[in-house]
Antibody
Framework: QLQLQESGPGLVKPSETLSLTCSVS??????????WGWVRQPPGKGLEWIGA???????NYNPSLRSRVAMSVATSKNQFSLSLTSMTAADTAVYFC???????????WGQGILVTVSS | QSALTQSASVSGSPGQSITISCTGT?????????VSWYQQHPGKAPKLIIY???NRPSGLSNRFSGSKSGNTASLTISGLQPEDEADYYC??????????FGGGTKLSVL
């Protein structure tokens, strides 16, 4: 059974870089037909797509975050990662990782990790 | 890219049917048949309930159905049950290979 689990800091200082990792079990990142994505949700607000990455390293990002975001895959560890630079309070959110099917929908999700930006 | 437009809230009684609409543009909802819908209970991760406009994941109740006309997609839930009370989000793949979500609709089962 596929499981995804986010890990990383729960608190980040303004201007710092957020680094999150998603560990995948029950599937392999190099399986081919899937990509691996990130979605975030500010407290009390809606979902926002951050982007997705293939095992090859090719990635698509939300245009509004493109200048600050990078995603990568570590196939040997069956993990993929998110890096978001220059964090501000507006980046405070629950960050979800997900398996993306056919580039167009997320069929499995992690439980999410709350990241708070505060000094 | 702007968020897809969803009504903020909808309500219904057990056993009734409700429809949630999701309006986009010719660059997203109207461009491809790649609209998906997610159900989210408080404090939980979203759950896929519809993909490619009208397809249900294996094992999901057929009380959930999706459709699309032009730039507007719709999710219909029939035979409302108390456990259907949740937030619902639409999503569309766009003509620039990105995603855009709707603002979400809160369903209350009265």
């Amino acid at each position: 059974q596929l499981q995804l689990q986010e890990s990383g800091p729960g608190l980040v200082k303004p201007s710092e870089t957020l680094s999150l990792t998603c560990s995948v079990s029950g599937d392999t990142l190099s399986g081919g037909s899937y990509s691996w994505g990130w979605v975030r949700q500010p407290p009390g607000k809606g979902l926002e797509w951050i982007g997705a990455v293939y095992y090859s390293g090719r990635a698509n990002y939300n245009p509004s975050l493109r200048s600050r975001v990078a995603m990568s895959v570590a196939t040997s560890k069956n993990q993929f990662s998110l890096s978001l630079t220059s964090m501000t309070a507006a980046d405070t959110a629950v960050y979800f990782c997900a398996r993306v099917n056919s580039e167009t929908y997320a069929d499995s999700w992690g439980q999410g990790i709350l990241v708070t930006v505060s000094s | 890219q702007s968020a897809l437009t969803q009504s903020a809230s909808v309500s219904g009684s057990p056993g009734q049917s409700i429809t949630i609409s999701c309006t986009g543009t010719s660059s997203d909802v109207g461009y491809y048949n790649f609209v998906s819908w997610y159900q989210q209970h408080p404090g939980k991760a979203p759950k896929l309930i519809i993909y490619d406009v009208s397809n249900r994941p294996s094992g999901l109740s057929n009380r959930f159905s999706g459709s699309k006309s032009g730039n507007t997609a719709s999710l219909t839930i029939s035979g409302l049950q108390p456990e259907d009370e949740a937030d619902y989000y639409c999503n569309s793949y766009t003509n620039t290979n990105t995603w855009v979500f709707g603002g979400g609709t809160k369903l209350s089962v009265l």
